[in-house]
């Protein structure tokens, strides 16, 4: 499990997500596919790490989290594969009028023919649907992360979907993208393995490797805290050495 340096703790929740914030500049192909949300319009807003698939365990979170009908749950993409139910999975957000999912490098390969669309009926236009960013006041959703080096203008649809080290040659030997990332937006993200979620100023971890037995978790941005249910069983083993462990805190 390789270890990663702290971060500093989470700012107020009114700096992030209060308030009327116009949506970021995004350069011309992330314009064409990003959604702004307007806080205003909801109670609440939980965002939620990397589902692939783990039907029993989004059932699960979503009964933790007793949405009202004015909260907004967002997905933080890789809905689908590697999991028992991934068309389940996509049934429950799509047919939700409160949830919304970014698109992952894993929606990504149905999209690119790199998997079968068969395995996901009808959904698979649910797939070509999804933003690969949501803004709301002043934080942003996205899959994997955003290149630190370059600015929002300039990230591509591949830094949003792949992004995890800089340079990104470096994979799981880091350093990580959010060790170096100071804003503008506050970003919160799936795509690495986490052993703990975590919360700084700039960036909000929540892939805490549901299916690979780990556990599914949702971020409460009203009560800046996190939510968390445990994984069923173990649907995919992954070598602890792949897993990150970051602790904001210490």
Partial sequence: MRPASPGVSARDASD?????????????????????IDVNRHENIYVVGDVHGCIDELHDLLAELELEEDDLV???????????????????VRSSGNMLSV????????LDGEEPADQL?????????????????????VHAGIDPRRALSEQTLRDLLETRAVPPENGYDGPFWF?????????????TVLSEPFATDWAVGL???????????????????FVRVPARETYRHRDPADIVDYRADQ
Avoid: W
């Avoid at 070509?128 to 949501?134: G, H, L, R």
């Fill in 103 to 110: 698109r992952g490098n894993n929606e990504q390969k149905f």
């Fill in 74 to 92: 967002l997905f933080v993409g890789d809905l689908v594969r590697k999991g028992p139910d991934s068309r389940g999975v996509l049934e429950v």
């Fill in 121 to 141: 009926g009808d959904a698979v236009g649910y797939l070509e649907s999804m933003p690969a960013a949501v803004t709301f006041g002043d934080a942003m959703v």
């Fill in 16 to 36: 992030h997500a209060g308030g009327a914030v116009p949506p970021p500049t995004l350069g011309e192909e992330l314009g064409k596919i990003h959604r702004h």
């Fill in 179 to 191: 060790e170096s990332y100071t804003g503008p937006l506050r970003v919160f993200f799936g795509h």
């Fill in 207 to 225: 892939d805490t490797g549901c299916v690979h037995g780990g556990e599914l978790t949702a971020y409460d941005c009203a009560a800046e805290e």
